[in-house]
C-alpha cells in the first residue's frame, strides 16, 4: 500500500476504525470540530503531500456531515494531497435525483457537484438509491453493493432454500432481488406492486409471485420512515408468508420508524453500519458490518487494481 492515508469526520467514526484495521493501518489525524457559532473547523494534523488519501463520510442527516466531508477535502486539496477519495457509504440527498414535479431540485446532481468541486479526485459509495447518480459525477465512481455481505448472512441463516423467497418492495428493485437471487442457488423473487400518494407515504397494491408458506426476504437500499417495507410485510403477510425478515443496507430510521417496525410483521431487521444506528439496542434490528467490502475496495484502489469483482 503506496502512500495511503485514511482520514474521517464524524458521522461515522467506528466504521472508519474497523476500516482502518481491515487494512492494516492507524486512521490519520484531523481535528474536526465547532466554532461557538456552530461553524465547522477542521485542521490535517500528519503531513499529506503526495499521499492518496481517503476521507470516510456517510452524508446522513443533519447536513454538518456533508460539511464536514466538504471542508476535509478542500483542506487535504490545500495540503496537497496527490488524489483525494470520498469514501461515502451512504450518500444522501439521493432520492431527490430527478426534476419529477415543477419547482423542485435536483438535490442528488448538487451534491455530486459540490464534492467534485471541493477537490474530490474520486469517489466510493454503496448501494446509491438510483444507480444513474453516478452519472452526476464528472470525477470516477465506484459503485459498491452490499449484496455479497447479505447473501452470506442469508446463507448462515440455513433457511430451507426450497421455501425461499427474496422479496422486491417496489418495481425499481426487482433487478437487485433477481441478482441476489441468484446467487442464493437461483431462489425465486417476488415483488411489491405498489404506488406512492405523496412521499414518505406507500400505498401497497398487490404483491407479484408466490409467497403462500414461504420464508420471505426483503431486500432494500433504505429504511427512512419504514412505511414501505412495513406494508410491504403486512403485504406478504396477508398473502400466507410463514416467516418475514428484511435486509437493509442504509438503516436511516426516522420519525416514527422503530415503532413501526416493532408492531409489524417483521420477524428481523438485518441492516449495514454504512451509518450508525441511532441505539444500539434496537428491537428486532441487528448490524452487519461492511467494513471488510469497504477496506477491500480502498486496498485496491490504492494499488490500481480492479475493484469490478467486488460488484454483484
Known amino acids: 500500500m503506496e502512500k495511503l492515508k485514511i482520514f474521517t469526520g464524524n458521522s461515522n467514526i467506528n466504521l472508519a476504525k474497523e476500516i482502518a484495521a481491515y487494512i492494516g493501518i492507524e486512521l490519520s489525524e484531523a481535528f474536526v470540530t465547532k466554532f461557538s457559532d456552530g461553524e465547522i473547523f477542521v485542521k490535517i494534523l500528519e503531513n499529506v503531500r503526495g499521499q492518496d488519501v481517503f476521507v470516510i463520510q456517510p452524508t446522513q442527516p443533519p447536513a ?27 450518500f444522501g440527498y439521493a432520492r431527490q435525483d430527478k426534476k419529477d414535479e415543477p419547482r423542485v431540485p435536483i438535490s442528488a446532481k448538487l451534491v ?12 466510493l ?16 465512481v465506484d ?23 427474496i ?9 437487485r432481488a433477481r441478482a441476489i437471487a441468484k446467487r442464493i442457488n437461483n431462489v425465486p ?44 410485510a403486512e403485504a406478504l403477510q396477508k398473502n400466507g408468508a410463514s416467516k418475514i425478515s428484511a435486509f437493509i443496507t442504509h438503516p436511516v430510521l426516522s420519525g416514527s420508524s422503530l415503532k413501526r417496525i416493532k408492531d409489524s410483521p417483521i420477524e428481523k431487521m438485518v441492516v449495514t453500519n454504512s451509518i450508525p444506528l441511532k441505539s444500539d439496542n434496537v428491537e428486532k434490528i441487528e448490524s452487519v458490518s461492511v467494513a471488510p467490502l469497504l477496506g477491500e475496495a480502498i486496498i ?13
Do not use: C
Open 300 to 312: 485496491r484502489i490504492n494499488e490500481e487494481r480492479s475493484v469490478s469483482s467486488l460488484f454483484i
Open 167 to 175: 422479496v422486491s418492495p417496489d418495481l425499481g428493485r426487482a433487478n
Open 189 to 232: 423473487i417476488a415483488i411489491i406492486d405498489k404506488r406512492r400518494p405523496k412521499p414518505n407515504e406507500a400505498e401497497v397494491i398487490n404483491v407479484v409471485g408466490d409467497v403462500n408458506g414461504k420464508n420471505t426476504i426483503i431486500v432494500d437500499d433504505i429504511v427512512d420512515t419504514a412505511g414501505t417495507i412495513v406494508a410491504a
Open 143 to 165: 459503485h459498491l453493493y452490499a449484496a455479497p455481505v447479505m447473501i452470506e448472512y442469508i446463507k448462515n441463516m440455513n433457511l430451507n432454500e426450497e421455501k425461499l423467497v
Open 112 to 123: 455530486a457537484d459540490l464534492i467534485s468541486v471541493a477537490g474530490a479526485n474520486r469517489v
Open 64 to 90: 454538518d456531515n456533508l460539511m464536514e466531508l466538504l471542508i476535509m477535502i478542500d483542506a487535504l486539496k490545500r495540503a496537497s494531497a496527490r488524489r483525494i477519495t470520498a469514501v461515502i457509504p451512504y
Open 125 to 140: 459509495s454503496m448501494d446509491l438509491h438510483a444507480e444513474q447518480i453516478q452519472g452526476y459525477f464528472n470525477i470516477p
